[in-house]
């Protein structure tokens, strides 16, 4: 039996104990996912909150990779690599956490399944998915031929202009 590889892109966000070590954390265990390969991960950039202004900046960066996991098994193991890094689901929406971990895109896939939309509604209207990852793959489309770049130029000049590489 052949298995089939597709291509994946998940955001991955911190502000809580130490962001880009939670990035590096996050990023490692995500090259342990079963039968995965090719993984790559952008620069981390420094970002601010968005959503909830009043916290702490965010770390923010992108991986890609091929994964055979169906979307909703990916979804799941994303989820428990949340929980492994310390992950609570208590606060307000778009509050602090220790780690995000987003499926951004699947392949040249457009779907709903099980509360999960892929790609990610709202990956269009975010620098710190955007901005990531066009430093990563800077001919990358949208399943609908969108240019990432595109989309990043579309975004107001100060949103992409607040996004600077954590050093």
């Known amino acids: 039996m052949t298995i089939v ?19 590096r954390a996050a990023f490692e265990r995500l090259q342990r996912l079963p039968d995965s390969r090719n993984w790559r991960l952008s620069r981390v950039f420094r970002t601010p909150p968005w959503g909830i202004r009043e916290q702490a900046e965010f770390a923010n960066a992108v991986a890609l990779a091929d994964v055979s996991l169906a979307p909703v098994a990916l979804m799941q193991a994303l989820l428990k690599i949340e929980a492994e890094l310390g992950r609570e689901r208590l606060g307000p929406r778009n509050g602090p956490r220790s780690i995000d971990l987003d499926l951004i895109g699947f392949g040249h896939r457009q779907f709903e399944v099980e509360a999960l939309v892929v790609p990610h509604p709202r990956a269009r209207e975010r620098a710190f998915v955007l901005g990531p990852w066009r430093d990563l ?3 990358a489309s949208f399943p609908d031929g969108t240019p990432i770049a595109g989309a990043w130029a579309a975004l107001p000049v100060a949103e992409r202009n607040a996004i600077q590489p954590w050093n």
């Open 137 to 139: 793959a800077p001919d």
């Open 5 to 23: 590889h597709e291509p994946i892109v998940i955001a991955l966000g911190s502000n809580m104990q130490d962001p880009p070590a939670q990035i």
